[in-house]
């Protein structure tokens, strides 16, 4: 766990090595550059949902999201159970055992780890019984508590045992965050009745638009340039070209998975990264 840690310390500080680096760099680029991370996590939220065409958010959607996927980096990635133990409440210690291990089964399905079709059947049905369990227990209100109160038990615990630096943004924070990017241009707002929701600026999504076409049409032509053989290894040529231009928070901004090997390389962006569990253990 302490060598999880250690690589996220060393990317930031390679983020700050690339900003002394930076020269003719289109200005856009620059944006998840010298943006807080909490900003680009609200831009990936952004730019992921728009995927799934859902231009419009409230704020109390990209509160609970950008939350729950620092829930999850932290119990997975940022808490030293054993130094923990009977210092933590059971709720807490529970769910981390539990999303643990979610993620070893969602990897034992990844690499297919099965031999045979009755151990694929297996590992399937413990995947969903895992997550199943981890829904309703923390994410789906009960006669106890709300959903709501559930995931701010989450972070009220996981930040009393972190590290100052890994606590789970407040909803202040979060608010501020997205108030500093509506002043700078990117985000505005608009009503529906008695609702708010935050969306893209369309001169902002149309020069994002621009910068993601052309970062498609470099990763194509350096896909036709490789000598590899393989459509897939001319794919893995082409990205590592891609990779040593732009530094993967770069990618990400523009929704570009810069991954070589999937089994070892942890996106960078907790969005990206937890997106998906997010999807299938809430209600969201």
Known sequence: MASMITDENNQLKNIEQFKQKLKAVLAID????YASQLEREIFNLFFVSLDRSLTDLTAKYIEKTIQTAYIFDRVENKIRLQEKKGKISVFIEEFILLFRKYKRIESA?????????????????????????????????????????????LITEINKIVDKEYKIPSHSAIKSSLLNLETQGYLDIKK???????????EFYQRWQTRHS?????????????????AADKDIDAMVTMSNKYYPIVLEFYDIDWRRDKRLEKLFSLIHRYFDDIDILTRY
């Open 192 to 202: 529906r009745g008695a609702k708010t929701f935050w969306h893209l600026t369309p």
């Open 109 to 153: 399905l990844y690499k297919n780890y099965a031999v045979t079709e009755d151990e694929d059947k297996h590992i399937e049905y413990e995947y969903k019984r895992v997550a199943s369990e981890i829904r309703l227990k923390y994410f789906t209100p009960d006669e106890n508590m709300s959903a709501e109160a559930k995931r701010l038990k």
């Open 30 to 33: 620059l944006i998840p550059v």
């Open 214 to 230: 052309q970062l498609i049409n470099e990763f194509e032509n350096y896909r036709k340039e490789s000598a590899e053989q393989s």
